[in-house]
């Protein structure tokens, strides 16, 4: 098993920046990619972020440019450095890791979520 303990969330104001951890713990499986989600009540959970091992990144057009993602493989952390931070980008963030397991598969893991909420 492997837990995820997302922190960092907050009230920002439009224009501001946060910048979000995840920790990884548990099993010594390996983590082969990370990635940051949010939802808002009423809508479907959304990529915001993801990264591999290597270090690629992606990121949903609505971010680019804004929100970077990194990770720390050494410490097992991830983090969501997220500046210009609009009312939109008020909702839920939810860490992800995709872990492999004994039968060659990936399993997902969650966080329980940080809120962030950008309001004047």
């Known amino acids: 098993q492997v837990q995820l303990v997302e922190s960092g969330g907050g009230l920002v104001q439009p224009g501001g920046s946060l910048r979000l951890s995840c920790a990884a713990s548990?099993?010594?499986?390996?983590?082969?990619?990370m990635g940051w989600y949010r939802q808002v009540p009423g809508k479907e959970r959304e990529l915001v972020a993801d990264i591999t091992s290597g270090g690629d990144t992606n990121y949903a057009g609505s971010v680019k440019g804004r929100f970077t993602m990194s990770r720390d493989e050494m410490r097992n952390m991830a983090y969501l450095q997220m500046n210009s931070l609009k009312p939109e980008d008020t909702a839920v963030y939810y860490c992800?890791?995709?872990?492999?397991?004994?039968?060659?598969?990936?399993?997902?893991?969650w966080g329980q979520g940080t809120q962030v909420t950008v309001s004047s």
């Open positions: 992800n890791a995709d872990v492999g397991t004994s039968a060659g598969t990936l399993r997902g893991y």
């Open positions: 548990g099993n010594s499986y390996r983590i082969y990619g």
